[in-house]
């Protein structure tokens, strides 16, 4: 790519490097050393390429002892002189040069801004290096993978959706956060969670009370849930994002909070549930950093539409997406061998419906957070 | 909705309403208001009804000496001894019930949450009270403008997308917030910002730099753009929700803080501008409460691609909806008077394209925090 105008443009002095926190120095390590391979490569007149680790179901597998999703051997050589892979060749070196220049820099940036960072015309010719950002996004993922490092290290970052609230103060970017006054919109888990932002300074919680959406946080928040049962809570506005993963595993990991998940009753519900605990099959490499093989699923369960005696208004029925969806998970190696997960599944088939956390408030406003929660947590009633 | 089983529950004790926040008095008094005036006709042997504002385009009107879209004076009559207005007549009364039990319980619930705490069969019947959420939102908006009541004094939120960073202080739920002080993510800005849930405490921030997406205010926020510029810095989350817009509104007005908008230069972008400013026509009722007629667009303008000299590669071709919707807006009263708008709009058409904020990265990283917005804003550089 040394014929494009921005590889032109001058790094940060070398100087600065030497001021770089050690996570940064140990990918921006990374990052030169693929390059190195690359130049090397071409200095010895050998095809220059690139080991891409395949990210695909058939090269994932379930770790049963360390029980999370793990990445297989299998990789793709992609190789400059090949015409149907000079392209992405050439767009993986792109995407570690942009990575390079923003840990230089200092400076993050989201997905969408690395693609334009990196969009240009190259020279001489009327090729773009990316023609959209979908183009641009599995670059990124093939190069987390390469150097085995996260996004977040590679100074990239996706959404922040998320919150948490409870007793936990933690210093983030230099500010030292009480999450238990933080006001009715709880502190916002930012998408870069690791140690050189967020540090945990004091924690009284004794657990993590993890929920799917924002209105059920609100809920619990609201009701003050965190304060009588002293716990953290948090929730990642649907599936969660990765900085919420990552803040969970390492509250968990680093300070021995255990993990409950309140979810949805339905397959999306279930799978959020299996990405928090094994991690996912696209980014599998990124589960031994990520993944909580304790965390707990305390509901909603398809039994408890008798057990709580709700109405049949609150029942949404099973479509055929759901129902397809619902035998994949039941057939996931790391669900296959638990009883109670398949009956939890069959249940929920047999029922024919599904059900949201926000069907309890058909009970009363408050029956989740003041009922249902504190009877399973002693009862020690959730799922695996 | 006497026969039905909700009903039958006991309301808060009678005690609990002198205790009531003076916005929830007021707001309970509106409720009990309009159940008075159902009951009176019943006992008058008269039709109960009620006069729903109407909601649509053909009742909207630009006040122009206000600057604001205003609700005209048409209502529609919904009648109990009509076919086809008996369902929507008892969803309205449902809906004000509902809203009176989280005032009288003190607790707030989402528009889910509502439809949850409302859904039932009728007793005796088959009959849902509702079938979907979708037929409970707008009974919401309905009991809204009828009552002129936000939603957020009826106890029901929206999202709480939106962030704030800067120089300023507030009490919200009792907790003493200071916004500089709030790590990476910032203030999470509650759907919810009346004066009993959030009061300013002290505020240094000359004005108010509000930005489209989350993605570009963290770039803000990074180069610390708030602290050089003695400004708060707020994003909506795309179209900001109604927690943002009031907040924006309480800022404006109470703190007389000027509000500048950089957003793209897309018909979205217009139409985000043209909503903070003039209010929605949806909801064309909230206006008086959230619409900041002298809020200004910094940009991205449609002349920034010649004069900051962006690549090529940088632009989006506008499709069919982007043109009819760029012509829709040029045609919207409030800017159809407006030469400078007049020529943004042309341009954009002329040139055929698009442009994201995201797209000034192509620069540089920080060309939007340490270039463009300084310049625009030291030369008065806007379009209003």
Chains 1, 2 share one sequence.
């Not at 970017?173 to 709880?186: A, L, N, P, V, W």
């Not at 993990?259 to 490499?285: E, H, R």
């Not at 305390?298 to 709700?310: N, P, Q």
């Not at 957070?369 to 504190?374: A, D, F, I, R």
């Amino acid at each position: 790519m040394a014929t494009t105008k921005r590889a032109k443009k001058p790094a940060a002095p070398a100087t600065a490097k030497a001021k770089l926190p050690p996570v940064d120095a140990k990918t921006l390590g990374l990052i030169v050393d693929l390059a190195n391979r690359v130049a090397a490569a071409a200095e010895k007149r050998r095809d220059p390429h690139l080991d891409i680790p395949t990210r695909s179901l058939s090269n994932v597998r379930f770790n049963k002892s360390r029980k999370i999703i793990e990445m297989g051997p299998q990789t793709n050589c992609r190789q400059l002189f090949n015409l149907s892979q000079a392209k992405s060749y050439m767009q993986t070196l792109l995407v570690a040069t942009g990575c390079k220049a923003l840990i230089d820099q200092q400076k993050t940036t989201s997905i969408r801004g690395l693609y334009y960072l990196l969009k240009h015309t190259i020279e001489g010719t009327r090729e773009e290096t990316f023609a959209t950002q979908e183009e641009c996004d599995p670059i990124i993922e093939d190069l987390e993978v390469s150097l085995q490092s996260l996004r977040e290290e590679l100074h990239v970052y996706a959404s922040n959706r998320g919150g948490m609230v409870g007793p936990i103060t933690l210093i983030d970017s230099g500010d030292e956060i009480d999450c238990s006054r933080m006001g009715s919109g709880g502190y916002s888990i930012p998408s870069i969670v690791e140690a050189d932002i967020v540090r945990f300074k004091q924690c009284d919680a004794k657990f993590i009370l993890h929920v799917e959406k924002d209105t059920v946080w609100r809920r619990f928040n609201e009701d003050k849930f965190w304060r009588k049962h002293n716990c953290l809570l948090t929730h990642g506005g649907g599936q969660p994002p990765r900085g919420v993963r990552r803040m969970l595993y390492r509250l968990h990991h680093e300070l021995k909070l255990p993990v409950y998940c309140l979810l949805d009753n339905d397959p999306w519900g279930y799978y959020i549930y299996s990405v928090l605990k094994q991690g996912s099959i696209n980014l599998a490499y990124e589960s031994k950093r990520m993944a909580i093989p304790e965390a707990r699923f305390l509901g909603i369960r398809s039994r408890d539409y008798d057990r709580c005696k709700l109405s049949q208004s609150v029942q949404i029925a099973l479509n055929d997406t759901d129902i397809k969806r619902a035998k994949q998970i039941a057939a996931y190696p790391w669900f296959a061998g638990k009883k109670g997960w398949q009956k939890e599944i069959e249940t929920m088939l047999k029922n024919g419906f599904k059900l949201e956390v926000e069907s309890l408030i058909s009970k009363d406003i408050s029956y989740v957070t003041e009922t249902y929660t504190p009877e399973r947590l002693a009862d020690a009633d959730w799922l695996d």
